[in-house]
């Protein structure tokens, strides 16, 4: 039951990207990284606009009939002007054949499906939601799920609206609204998406840059699942001195002892199943990675990357604040190389003379 459960979940999320594909197909040339980066950005792109009418009192969030139909309103329109991105016609030079685009977005579709499945079988045989910090987080998607307005009431101050940045609980709250699950499923369901999707955004990405499987491979396994170092350093120091210590995967998130600052890696927050809002905003990080990835290599862009830049910008810096921060500083630092680059290129030209 609950097999279906997750899928159905699943199911709900992958049906952003007929919502994503109309803008993000005209924004990225790859099309497997398109299709990629459309389900985070259809997601957002839907949720924004849900989250404005309820913030306004436009909008019941409770009012799950309308919110559906219009859902399925965003997909059907979606759909019909996306179609162009698989029906591709055959012959056109430097772009791939319809049956190409089609074969490697269904290897994408079953390596995230693997891996959300995989993810959720590992997370089965400790899915209670309790110790370290979860029972707050459930509190968090499951006020977000049950209010009528935002932001919504907050469940530790009561007769107070929630003071903290609850924007990531509300996507992952949307998405358990429109599939009608219970929040203690959502929780883990999200988790498993979530784990899903910063690796196939990462795997993609770094396809894109270097065309390297094993690289994509090695990229989304380094982001999602790996350790740090310092647990293998720690590992390694204590069979060799022979102390008998037993170095824990927690030991790579505590550098300073007492454990006054810690840093919790992608792999940690997945092992303790943690959803915190610095895990919830990694797959919207990274879908803003693929869109500065994008702009990159274009020397003219279009306004629509301006546009999906910034509800990206929006998103993750609503979700987590410090990720629009980084963000802003790389979207710096690529203006300032193309300004450069252009003014190199301007310069080598040879005047011409002037009669």
Same mark, same amino acid.
Not at 13 to 42: C, E, Q
Not at 233 to 251: E, I, N, P, Q
């Given at each position: 039951?609950?097999?279906?459960? =997750?899928?159905?979940?699943? !199911?709900?999320?992958?049906?952003?990207?007929?919502? &994503?594909?109309? !803008?993000?197909?005209?924004?990225?040339?790859?099309?497997?990284?398109?299709?990629?980066?459309?389900?985070?950005?259809?997601?957002?792109?839907?949720?924004?606009?849900?989250?404005?009418?309820?913030?306004?009192?436009?909008?019941?969030?409770?009012?799950?009939?309308? #919110?559906?139909?219009?859902?399925?309103?965003?997909?059907?329109?979606?759909?019909?002007?996306?179609?162009?991105?698989?029906?591709?016609?055959?012959?056109?030079?430097?772009?791939? *054949?319809?049956?190409?685009?089609?074969?490697? #977005?269904? #290897?994408?579709?079953?390596?995230?499906?693997?891996?959300?499945?995989?993810?959720?079988?590992?997370?089965?045989?400790?899915?209670?939601?309790? $110790?370290?910090?979860?029972?707050?987080?459930?509190?968090?998607?499951?006020?977000?799920?049950?209010? @009528?307005?935002?932001?919504?009431?907050?469940?530790?101050?009561?007769?107070?609206?929630?003071?903290?940045?609850?924007?990531?609980?509300?996507?992952?709250?949307?998405?358990?609204?429109?599939?009608?699950?219970?929040?203690?499923?959502?929780?883990?369901?999200?988790?498993?998406?979530?784990?899903?999707?910063?690796?196939?955004?990462?795997?993609?990405?770094?396809?894109?840059?270097?065309?390297?499987?094993?690289?994509?491979?090695?990229?989304?396994?380094?982001?999602?699942?790996?350790?740090?170092?310092?647990?293998?350093?720690?590992?390694?120091?204590?069979?060799?001195?022979?102390?008998?210590?037993?170095?824990?995967?927690?030991?790579?998130?505590?550098?300073?002892?007492?454990?006054? /600052?810690? @840093?919790?890696?992608?792999?940690?927050?997945?092992?303790?199943?943690?959803?915190?809002?610095?895990?919830?905003?990694?797959?919207?990080?990274?879908?803003?990675?693929?869109?500065?990835?994008?702009?990159?290599?274009?020397?003219?862009? =279009? *306004? &629509?990357?301006?546009?999906?830049?910034?509800? $990206?910008?929006?998103?993750?810096?609503?979700? @987590?604040?410090?990720?629009?921060?980084?963000?802003?500083?790389? !979207?710096?630092?690529?203006?300032? =190389?193309? /300004? /450069? !680059?252009?003014?190199?290129?301007?310069?080598?030209?040879?005047? *011409?003379?002037?009669?």
């Amino acid at each position: 039951m609950q097999l279906l459960q =997750a899928l159905f979940f699943y !199911l709900i999320f992958s049906l952003f990207a007929l919502i &994503g594909l109309p !803008l993000i197909s005209r924004l990225i040339a790859n099309k497997t990284l398109a299709y990629i980066a459309a389900k985070p950005f259809g997601l957002i792109l839907f949720g924004y606009f849900i989250w404005v009418l309820s913030s306004f009192h436009w909008l019941n969030y409770q009012n799950h009939w309308l #919110i559906l139909a219009l859902y399925l309103a965003a997909i059907a329109t979606g759909g019909f002007f996306s179609r162009v991105f698989f029906c591709l016609p055959a012959g056109k030079k430097n772009e791939p *054949r319809p049956t190409a685009v089609l074969k490697k #977005i269904l #290897i994408v579709e079953a390596a995230t499906l693997a891996a959300f499945l995989g993810y959720l079988y590992l997370r089965s045989f400790n899915p209670a939601i309790n $110790g370290t910090e979860r029972f707050m987080d459930l509190a968090l998607l499951s006020a977000a799920g049950k209010t @009528n307005f935002f932001p919504f009431i907050d469940p530790w101050f009561a007769g107070k609206t929630v003071n903290y940045y609850y924007y990531g609980s509300y996507l992952m709250s949307l998405l358990g609204n429109l599939a009608h699950l219970k929040s203690v499923l959502v929780y883990n369901f999200a988790l498993g998406l979530i784990y899903c999707q910063a690796a196939i955004l990462a795997a993609g990405l770094v396809w894109s840059a270097t065309r390297s499987k094993l690289a994509a491979v090695t990229g989304a396994f380094l982001l999602t699942t790996a350790g740090t170092l310092f647990f293998a350093g720690c590992t390694l120091h204590a069979a060799w001195a022979g102390l008998g210590t037993v170095c824990s995967y927690a030991s790579s998130t505590r550098f300073y002892s007492p454990s006054y /600052i810690i @840093n919790e890696i992608p792999s940690y927050s997945f092992t303790v199943g943690d959803l915190h809002a610095h895990l919830l905003a990694l797959p919207f990080f990274l879908l803003n990675l693929v869109l500065l990835y994008g702009l990159a290599g274009k020397t003219k862009p =279009a *306004r &629509g990357f301006f546009a999906a830049l910034g509800l $990206g910008l929006a998103t993750s810096g609503m979700i @987590n604040v410090w990720d629009m921060v980084t963000l802003i500083s790389v !979207l710096c630092v690529l203006l300032l =190389a193309k /300004i /450069i !680059l252009i003014w190199r290129t301007h310069s080598a030209k040879p005047e *011409r003379l002037k009669l």
